[in-house]
């Protein structure tokens, strides 16, 4: 059985973050391991509090799994400060196997996920990632990115890995389309889906980038991870439970079902 490392923070009402992640991993089929980054207490309606958890025992959670476990990939979500960034940095330099980094700035809710002086601390991980996962506003914050804008594109081209900007909704004159764009060197490739329409979008963006590498962990090719995250993310919303007062989580097992048929 393969296995994966998810660093990131944990979400009291089980939609996003370590629990997200948990659940993607065991819809592939591979065995979930963790280090928590920050507590969080929290519901779909926002985040009420957040407790960071000492660097060092970041830290200590992923040098014990790596130790004891053969990792196949390695997801990291909300990392919150720029000391848990450090440390995490330390922890994965050098290490030969994927890295799926999402750059979490803010939860659906619209909670701060990131402090502001540890924006700059992320673009350090970049290197050491196979490929990073911003939304729309964290592609902004990072790059400077809007959709089409060429200076912004070139920024982008210039990271030292692949990029993967995801949720471009692209309205046609019958539908919605859902877009994610992976720039890979000097390439771009293109993923879509029709576009649904729902409030459920709590997790998915953390259960997106787990679930590519979960992929990547079972050695698909980062664009097949991607087009298979990609069905799963969808597959997931259309089976997901109307529960909570705010934007709701997905169906992980429904999703995993659904692709890995």
């Given at each position: 059985m393969r296995v994966a490392?998810?660093?990131a923070g944990s979400d009291s009402?089980?939609?996003a973050g370590i629990q997200a992640d948990l659940k993607t991993f065991e819809a592939f089929g591979v065995f979930g391991t963790s280090a928590l980054t920050v507590l969080t207490a929290q519901n779909t309606t926002g985040v009420a509090e957040i407790a960071e958890v000492s660097p060092s025992f970041v830290k200590a959670q992923i040098e014990e799994v790596l130790k004891d476990f053969d990792v196949s990939a390695i997801k990291i979500g909300m990392l919150y400060s720029r000391e848990i960034i450090e440390v995490v940095?330390?922890?994965i330099t050098g290490l030969e196997i994927p890295i799926v980094l999402d750059p979490v700035f803010i939860s659906k809710a619209g909670s701060p996920l990131l402090k502001e002086d540890a924006v700059e601390a992320m673009k350090g991980l970049f290197k050491d990632a196979t490929v990073i996962t911003p939304n729309q506003y964290e592609a902004r914050a990072l790059f400077g990115y809007a959709f089409g804008d060429s200076p912004s594109l070139e920024k982008i081209f210039e990271t030292p890995t692949s990029?993967?900007?995801?949720?471009h909704i692209l309205e046609m004159e019958d539908r919605k389309i859902s877009i994610d764009q992976l720039f890979s060197g000097r390439q771009k490739r293109v993923f879509q889906t029709p576009y649904l329409e729902t409030t459920n979008l709590h997790g998915t963006g953390c259960s997106y980038s787990s679930a590519i590498a979960a992929n990547l962990a079972l050695g698909h090719s980062l664009e097949?991870?991607?087009q298979i995250a990609k069905e799963f993310i969808n597959a997931a919303l259309l089976e997901a439970p109307q529960i909570g007062n705010?934007?709701?989580p997905i169906n992980h097992k429904a999703g995993g079902v659904k692709v890995m048929r």
């Open positions: 490392l998810t660093i009402s089980g939609g940095k330390e922890a990029v993967l900007i995801k949720n097949a991870s991607i705010g934007p709701g």
